[in-house]
Nanobody, 119 residues
Framework: QVQLVESGGGLVQTGGSLRLSCAAS????????MGWFRQPPGKEREFVAR????????YYADSMKGRFTISRDYAKNTVYLQMNSLKPEDTAVYYC????????????WGQGTQVTVSS
């Protein structure tokens, strides 16, 4: 049973930074890709970034490039999302997700962590 537990959300001022963590358990994740998604209030969930566990290759939504960095700690089974230069429009519930690298959709999801950026 894959379990994903996010942490690190909170309230931050415009221009500030946060680092989200996603602790993964229940599997050996070497064949998995891990992703971050977010759902702003009143909007649909959107892709933020993903990383291939085995080799660390990263992919970002265009609007996140340069401000957000996804990384993973292989030994700790933890994925991070470093968010810098935060803007009020980054306010959202952020979700960690996992999928086998060959699958199209992410099938495992965490419970989400709230990030609020004040203006």
């Amino acid at each position: 049973q894959v379990q994903l537990v996010e942490s690190g959300g909170g309230l931050v001022q415009t221009g500030g930074s946060l680092r989200l963590s996603c602790a993964a358990s229940g599997r050996t994740f070497s064949s998995y890709s891990m992703g971050w998604f977010r759902q702003p209030p009143g909007k649909e969930r959107e892709f933020v970034a993903r990383i291939t566990w085995i080799d660390g290759r990263t992919y970002y939504a265009d609007s996140m490039k340069g401000r957000f960095t996804i990384s993973r700690d292989y030994a700790k089974n933890t994925v991070y999302l470093q968010m810098n230069s935060l803007k009020p429009e980054d306010t959202a519930v952020y979700y960690c997700a996992a999928k086998l690298s060959g699958e199209l959709k992410f099938g495992y999801w965490g419970q989400g962590t709230q990030v609020t950026v004040s203006s």
